[in-house]
């Protein structure tokens, strides 16, 4: 059984490296990434990402990519979701698969285009898989701190059950704050009065 199990393991990474070279390169380049298991005071390690199709792939040095097995690979999901890591300068996040994937760009122009790429990536599995972008509403919200009760400018998005908001860097939204799920016992209310940070303006969105 082992032997039949390492064989079928050697067959499907065979197949991942021959289709892999015959699908166009959408980004490449080098990001410093975090151990998967990991939390902000681990182990960073220098790689070569590779984004393929659907899959993004790692090594240890940019002559492997040809040639050896990548060190590991994230699948990107139609609901993948990207954001940035904070506390970390110029830093991504992708949640795929029930995976995370954190890695530090050189430069900001960097991260700028591995997120447009990632995103264009995933926009084409949408596509491909006949699935429909979630995204029903989106839009800059004024929401209270639970625990400083202070005023903060957050970006929404409402994807199918999940409302996700995010912190604005430079005016877009950069870095996922939390995911909160929808569901039938879900409460929803709308307060009529200013709330206090607002009263000058007479009209508010909790």
Same mark, same amino acid.
């Given at each position: 059984?082992?032997?039949?199990? *390492?064989?079928?393991?050697?067959?499907?990474?065979?197949?991942?490296?021959? #289709?892999? *070279?015959?699908?166009?390169?959408? /980004?490449?380049?080098?990001? #410093?990434?975090?151990?998967?298991?990991?939390?902000?005071?681990?182990?960073?390690?220098?790689?070569?990402?590779?984004l393929?199709?659907?899959?993004?792939?790692?090594?240890?040095?940019?002559?492997?990519?040809?040639?050896?097995?990548p060190k590991?690979?994230?699948?990107?999901?139609?609901?993948?979701?990207?954001?940035?890591?904070?506390?970390?300068?110029?830093?991504? *996040?992708?949640?795929?698969?029930?995976?995370?994937?954190?890695?530090?760009?050189?430069?900001?122009?960097?991260?700028?285009?591995w997120?447009?790429a990632l995103?264009?990536?995933?926009?084409?599995? %949408?596509? !491909?898989?006949?699935?429909?972008?979630?995204? %029903?509403?989106?839009?800059?919200? #004024?929401?209270?701190?639970t625990?400083t =009760?202070?005023?903060? #400018?957050?970006?929404?998005?409402?994807n199918?059950?999940?409302? /996700?908001?995010?912190?604005l /860097?430079? =005016?877009?939204?950069?870095?996922?704050?939390?995911?909160?799920?929808?569901?039938?016992?879900?409460k929803?209310? !709308?307060?009529?009065?200013?709330?206090?940070?607002?009263?000058?303006?007479?009209?508010?969105?909790?």
């Amino acid at each position: 059984i082992f032997k039949f199990f *390492k064989n079928l393991s050697m067959c499907a990474e065979h197949v991942f490296q021959t #289709t892999n *070279k015959m699908v166009q390169v959408i /980004y490449e380049g080098f990001m #410093t990434k975090r151990s998967m298991s990991g939390t902000l005071g681990s182990s960073w390690r220098r790689r070569y990402f590779v984004l393929r199709h659907d899959v993004v792939a790692y090594f240890g040095k940019q002559e492997d990519v040809e040639t050896d097995t990548p060190k590991g690979r994230l699948y990107l999901s139609p609901d993948a979701i990207l954001g940035m890591q904070s506390g970390v300068k110029n830093c991504l *996040k992708m949640f795929s698969a029930n995976r995370t994937l954190v890695a530090q760009c050189d430069t900001r122009e960097e991260l700028d285009m591995w997120m447009k790429a990632l995103r264009r990536a995933i926009s084409l599995q %949408r596509c !491909i898989r006949g699935v429909k972008a979630p995204v %029903r509403l989106t839009g800059t919200l #004024t929401k209270r701190s639970t625990r400083t =009760g202070f005023a903060q #400018t957050r970006w929404f998005e409402l994807n199918g059950s999940r409302l /996700y908001y995010y912190k604005l /860097y430079d =005016g877009e939204p950069r870095e996922l704050c939390r995911v909160l799920t929808l569901n039938s016992e879900t409460k929803v209310s !709308i307060r009529r009065e200013a709330l206090p940070w607002d009263r000058q303006r007479g009209s508010s969105v909790e």
